[in-house]
């Protein structure tokens, strides 16, 4: 959620750490600082806002320096403000930046107050810095101090420690929270995410849970959770650096909607073979476990939620196979019964949330067949903890809301149907079908976004808006459910969706000439009861946007916008259905004049509960 950069080299580090914190500004944040060795001393410079705001201090006030860190937060304990901001630094001797929470640091500032210490922040995270120092001053080595003190701590964290006193050395642990180093010439580094250090080396040391590494100019020495010294496989990224530039688009957001049709096409590569989906893409394991499936439970959280809501339909009445879906941090706090030969599904686009990561983990003292995840980043915890991997290959996503990793999560999982499938109802005959229908799923998306003009024209009937409705009905209400997502998260209207049929059991009374009413409309064996939804509408003075299928027999009207979407009945439409209500978010956010890529309060990837 928060962002990390480290680094200790032959040279300044001042640039490469702001770099960083620009590279991972699509996180979400509140705040930034930066922390740098010059001379003795640690000296800090932190602001409230963009990174903008601090790269404008540090040309007032340059941190020059061959060894320090940098941090963007997003505020989970104290408000946002300077003083709350990262590296927090404890008697002018350590400095620290964290991501994650401290569960017990209550506990720990009582101890600590009563010892001597003083806070000056708001946050959990001081209480780290205080505990190191106070290990350091019982004799013990930067090293064994962030040891000890991490045996201390309740709760999720990555850390970055430098000690003025330990100029030539860099500390970095993670438990929960992911944290990377990155292996340079001259120079090692950290950051939360390797598109921080893209610019600096494409080669990456993945940190295991309970890992503290000890990170100089040129080595790198790892202890595990036990305290031995463990070797851990170097991979190299196949990213670039200029995979995260918006390529001429004015917001990512608008970049990653038209990077669809490529998208998905890169998620089908090689795995389409003479009309079948070729089984060994999900793992060697995949025969042997799915051979056992006859239950699927998928675990999301937000955008992904809404894939496997989708995900649900397709297998229930595509092959035949009971699915149940639940929201990863409702999952972890219930008691379950796992029925006998249930396979478990994580869906991530990051492949570290948090609530997702810890009901896997979950998962594994049950009674489960196997786990599979459906992921966009490779090296990720839920990838490297699952038996089966299902890849996306969406790339880089930057904007916050999510656009193409949502379609191709559902692309990845229609292959899935299909390949549990064959053990079930599904025949050869109907894999073919599924399989045309996604080789000719970049060529529609492509002719959908040619709607842009339009939607664009819609979205001016929201500037004024506060409160938006969608509707949908089977496979599309959830389609409905992510375009009000999208409407709420860029552009701060208040959407919700509903299933169309249920408007009458309450959401009907807040149908006005004020609030437009969104709905999704298919020609499938549901489109004549949609259509009495709609004239329910109608009739209390709504106003409608619909988004229909050229054959539905939509049209408009001086009270309904009709926009005809290419899409035709068969199971890949809530992928072409979902396109429009993406461009239509954008559209209104931009009238809105918000922050399309970077929403308040809003962070890309969630890795704190």
Known sequence: MCGIVGA???RDVSPVLLEGLRRLEYRGYDSAGMAVLTNGSIDRVRRTGKVSELSAALDQSALIGELGIAHTRWATHGIPAENNAHPHICNDRVAIVHN?????????????????????SDTDTEVIAHQIVFYLDQGSSLNEAVSKTIKDLKGAYALGVIDKNDPDKLIAARSGSPLVIGIGVKGNFIASDVQALLKETQEFIFLENGDIAEITRDAINILDHSGATVKRESKISKLSADAVEKGGYPHYMLKEIYEQPQAVSDTLEGRLINGRVAEQILGPKAKEILDQ?????????????????????????LVGIPCFIDVASEFRYRKHVVQPGTLFVTISQSGETADTLAALQLAKQED???????????????VRESDLVLMTHAGP?????????????????????ITAGRRHSMHDDMEKILVEQLTNLPTRINKVLELD????????????????????????????????LKLKEISYIHAEAYPAGELKHGPIALVDDKMPIIAVAPNDELLEKLKSNLEEVRARGGVLHVFADACSGFVSEPDTIVIEVDAPDNAVAPILFTIPLQLLAYHVAILKGTDVDQPRNLAKSVTVE
């Open 368 to 382: 489960y067949v196997g786990s599979l995840v459906i992921c966009n980043v490779p090296e990720s915890s839920l």
């Open 453 to 484: 003009g339009k939607i664009k024209k819609l979205a001016k009937h929201y500037g004024d808006k506060q409160n938006a409705l969608f509707l949908g009905r089977g496979s599309h209400h959830p389609v409905a459910m992510e375009g009000a």
């Open 100 to 120: 994650g929470i401290i569960e017990n640091f209550e506990e720990l500032k009582a101890k600590q107050s009563k010892q001597g210490f003083s806070f000056t």
């Open 293 to 317: 499936t006859k239950i699927i439970q998928i675990i999301a959280c937000g955008t992904s939620y809404h894939s496997g809501l989708i995900a649900k339909f397709w297998f229930e009445e």
């Open 8 to 10: 200790i080299a032959n």
């Open 397 to 417: 996503e930057i904007g916050v809301a999510s656009t193409k990793a949502f379609t191709t999560q559902l692309v990845a999982l229609l292959l899935l149907v």
